[in-house]
Nanobody, 125 residues
Framework: QVQLVESGGGSVQAGGSLRLSCAAS????????MGWFRQAPGKEREGVAK???????TYADSVEGRFTISQDNAKNTLYLQMNNLKPEDTAMYYCAAHSGDYCYTFPRSAFFGYWGQGTQVTVSS
């Protein structure tokens, strides 16, 4: 049973920074990519950043240059460093993992089969 547990969310002012973590446990060794997604109230879930097992990364245009995704395989932990946060970054943030051959479908989330419970990020102006 794969479990993903996010942490690090909180409330910050615009221009501030947060670092999200996602601790993975269980049989996740065969994953091909992991990603961060977010969903704001009344909006669809959107892909924020993705990293594959070779450390290749992909970012949404809205966060490119501000967010950095990384992973520590020894700790089975995924990170999202968020700098220069904006009010429009306010959302619930989820980490997810995909173990098949559809990582290229990111930022779509349909093929990510493992999800955490989410951590709230609130950015005030």
């Amino acid at each position: 049973q794969v479990q993903l547990v996010e942490s690090g969310g909180g409330s910050v002012q615009a221009g501030g920074s947060l670092r999200l973590s996602c601790a993975a446990s269980g049989y996740i060794y065969n994953y091909n990519c992991m990603g961060w997604f977010r969903q704001a109230p009344g909006k669809e879930r959107e892909g924020v950043a993705k990293i594959d097992r070779y450390d290749s990364t992909t970012y949404a245009d809205s966060v490119e240059g501000r967010f950095t995704i990384s992973q520590d395989n020894a700790k089975n932990t995924l990170y999202l460093q968020m700098n220069n946060l904006k009010p429009e970054d306010t959302a619930m943030y989820y980490c997810a993992a995909h173990s098949g051959d559809y990582c290229y479908t990111f930022p779509r989330s349909a093929f990510f089969g493992y999800w955490g419970q989410g951590t709230q990020v609130t950015v005030s102006s």
